[in-house]
Structure formats: structure tokens, C-alpha cells
């Protein structure tokens, strides 16, 4: 067949291919107005597991709406929902919007790895979980743990467990400049200070497998159900939750159990973040030279941090206070002291 001569084309020799529409895809998208508040206490395989705000008992499934994208939706976000909110089994939900995150504990697989992971948002606190024996303590966990609250915006508060088995004080002592609260609890009895702790706001336990996560939250959530596990003859507990979940406290509340891991890595975090959480040092840190790690020498001679320390009282800025900021910048360079 004979191509035509362009010269005679005009517009009703335009083609449309079947089936296609000619009108542009409009990028104006519904305002939900009435989206219902919620949030997500559980993520599983594309479905969220989400509590109506007011109404914790209120669970629905969700599934991440189209024009999300691929919007990352943790435990801990407060969204908006449309669709069926019944709660009723078998009804389905969309999530449509997230709102704006006021915390974000992340972590890395290592100090190499680029890809970071959300572990909870929008927490007010993060309790530190470490066995005072049985697994032993490693502070250099919790010293990495603290970094992260500091970058996230949490809280850090001590939770050390199996106060039965050793005194704490030890361990205190090692945090008393960087003024962490603490909560020591024992393995046969119930702590009413650390229901205190949770009462009326989001927190998120954090901890090596085996020191007693699980059986804290079985504790303060009764019907909680999360399975624990008996510490292995090499000190290394067994995973017994296996993904974060957020519980309702019976008091108000919501605590969020994490899986147990093995390490947290702070790829994701500068030596900046960290100092930027300590006031009285982070006016100074700002005439350090360019790319200073504020590790002080022989690394970072020029260091402006070792200028500020002052004993004088009403002051912060302590000789102790940095030795405790410097421990927590070694910490996430993954040195060793």
C-alpha cells in the first residue's frame, strides 16, 4: 500500500489506537476530607495492620493506595484510611496518606550498609533492654542504641532487666554524665515503675534476643501473646519475635516490640547528628574544620570540643559530659576503645 503524500494529511486522518483513551491522566487526586486517623501496628507482606485512633480495639487491614507510590508505611505512622473502617473480617481498607513523622528510629545492617531500615515512627521513647546477666550487658550495643535516639529524636531511657541475677550499679555508673534515666526491673516480679514509664505514650523496646523483651511486654500487655525464649547455653538468645508489632498498654499506650538483633549498624547517622544533640557542645562543634569527627587527637587535633569543658557550676559542659559524647562518636565510627 502507497504511503500518502503528508501534503494532503489533515486532522481527521488521525488515528486513536483502540482501547486507549486520548484525554491526559489528570494529577489532581481526592482531598479524603473524611479519611478516618489510624495507626499502624503491624506490617505484613503488602498489608497494614492499622488501630483507629480512639478506638484502639477498632483494627483494620489496610492496603497501600495507588498514588502512594511506593511511600515506605511503618509500625508507628499515623495515616489516614478510606474505604471499609468497620474492622469486620475479610473488608479491606486503603491508606491514602501519612502523616508527617515527629521521630524515626533507624538502623543499618552494618556501618557499610547503605540501606537503612525503619524500625518504628513516631515513638516518644525508646527503652534500651539489656540483661544485666544472662545474656551479659554490651554496652557498646547501647551506646549505639543511644546514637540512634539522639539522630532519631526519641528518648533513650535504661530498661535492665534480671536485677535478680546482679546489682546495676556497675553499669549505671557508666551512664551518669550522659543523665539516661533508668528502669531495673527482675525477672520474678512485675515493675510498677516501668508501667509508669509506658503509661500514655508510644514506646519502642530495643534489645539483643534472650534479654527479656517478650516477657516484659507479656507483663504489661497480658494478652499479648508474644512467645518467649529460654537463652541459649552460649549466651546468644533465640529470636522470639520474629517482626515490630504495636501492643495497646491496658492503662493507655502503646508499646512496640522489635525483633531481637545481633547488632546496629549507624551508617545512616554523622558524627554532626550526634553532637547536635548535645547543646552546650554544639555551638563550638560548629568552628570545628571541615569533616572533623570530634574525636579529639590525635585523629581531629583541631577539634574545638576540647575547649568548651568547664567545671564551673550551673554548666553542663563537663569533662565528663564530652568523655560520654566521645564514647557514643567512637561508638559509631566502629572504633573500639
Request: hydrophobic share 40%.
Amino acid at each position: 500500500m502507497a504511503r500518502r503524500d503528508w501534503r494532503t494529511l489533515d486532522e481527521s486522518d488521525v488515528r486513536v489506537r483502540p482501547g486507549k483513551g486520548s484525554r491526559p491522566r489528570s494529577k489532581l487526586r481526592p482531598a479524603h476530607a473524611d479519611a478516618a486517623a489510624a495507626m499502624v501496628v503491624a506490617v505484613d507482606r503488602g498489608r497494614w495492620t492499622c488501630a483507629i485512633q480512639g478506638d484502639p480495639d477498632r483494627v483494620v487491614t489496610a492496603m497501600r493506595a495507588r498514588e502512594l507510590g511506593r511511600t515506605p508505611v511503618v509500625v508507628g505512622d499515623n495515616v489516614r484510611l478510606v474505604g471499609d473502617v468497620s474492622g469486620r473480617p475479610d473488608t479491606l481498607a486503603r491508606i491514602v496518606r501519612v502523616d508527617e513523622r515527629r521521630s524515626v528510629l533507624r538502623r543499618t545492617a552494618d556501618d557499610t550498609d547503605s540501606h537503612e531500615r525503619i524500625v518504628v515512627a513516631n515513638a516518644e521513647q525508646l527503652l534500651i533492654v539489656t540483661a544485666l546477666a544472662d545474656p551479659p550487658p554490651r554496652t557498646g550495643f547501647i551506646d549505639r542504641c543511644l546514637v540512634a535516639c539522639y539522630a532519631g529524636g526519641l528518648e533513650p531511657v535504661l530498661c535492665l532487666t534480671k536485677a535478680d541475677l546482679t546489682a546495676p550499679d556497675e553499669l549505671l555508673a557508666g551512664y551518669t554524665d550522659l543523665a539516661v534515666p533508668a528502669v531495673v526491673t527482675r525477672h520474678d516480679e512485675d515493675s510498677p515503675e516501668l508501667a509508669e514509664w509506658l503509661r500514655g505514650r508510644v514506646s519502642a523496646l530495643v534489645g539483643h534476643s534472650g534479654v527479656g523483651k517478650s516477657t516484659l511486654v507479656n507483663r504489661m500487655v497480658p494478652d499479648a501473646d508474644l512467645a518467649t525464649g529460654v537463652v541459649s547455653a552460649v549466651g546468644k538468645g533465640r529470636h522470639t519475635s520474629v517482626a515490630a508489632v504495636a501492643l495497646a498498654l491496658p492503662g493507655g499506650g502503646w508499646v512496640v516490640d522489635t525483633p531481637g538483633i545481633r547488632s546496629f549498624g549507624l551508617a545512616h547517622v554523622t558524627a554532626d547528628d550526634i553532637v547536635g544533640s548535645f547543646p552546650e557542645f554544639a555551638e563550638a562543634a560548629e568552628e570545628c574544620p571541615s569533616g572533623c569527627g570530634h574525636l579529639g587527637p590525635p585523629g581531629d587535633p583541631d577539634c574545638a570540643l576540647d575547649s568548651v569543658p568547664a567545671e564551673d557550676a550551673g554548666t553542663t559542659a563537663t569533662a565528663g559530659r564530652l568523655a560520654s559524647l566521645r564514647r557514643l562518636l567512637f561508638s559509631r565510627a566502629g572504633i573500639e576503645q
